[in-house]
């Protein structure tokens, strides 16, 4: 198994910036990328950014494109989500997730990753 530990979120203005991290454990060799998904209040889960642990390859939902990235520590199995000029529409619950899939246009599917982290809370106020 693989354990995912998140960190990082909080309350800020709009404007502000934040820095989400994922630590992985375990069983980690089993994961091929790792994504991060939000959801808001009465919302569906949906896919935010995910990356590739060697390659280091990107894909991101158009909606934050340019505002966040995704980046990763390989040697200490953390995943970042550096979040630039956050808008009140991000605010949600956001989870990291592992993925066995080297399919990059797989990477947006929930159904993909096979491990999840607890999430935490990001507000953005207006």
């Known amino acids: 198994q693989v354990q995912l530990v998140e960190s990082g979120g909080g309350l800020v203005q709009a404007g502000g910036s934040l820095r989400l991290s994922c630590a992985a454990s375990?069983?980690?060799?089993?994961?091929?990328?790792m994504g991060w998904f939000r959801q808001a209040p009465g919302k569906e889960r949906e896919f935010v950014a995910a990356?590739?642990?060697?390659?280091?390859?990107?894909h991101y939902t158009d909606s934050v494109k340019g505002r966040f990235t995704i980046s990763r520590d390989f040697a200490k199995n953390t995943v970042f989500l550096q979040m630039n000029s956050l808008k009140p529409e991000d605010t949600a619950v956001y989870y990291c997730?592992?993925?066995?899939?080297?399919?990059?246009?797989?990477?947006?599917?929930?159904?993909?990753?096979?491990?999840w982290g607890q999430g935490t809370q990001v507000t953005v106020s207006s």
């Open positions: 990356i590739s642990w060697r390659a280091g390859n990107t």
């Open positions: 375990g069983r980690t060799f089993d994961s091929y990328a």
């Open positions: 997730a592992s993925a066995r899939s080297p399919i990059l246009l797989l990477w947006s599917r929930a159904i993909t990753y096979n491990y």
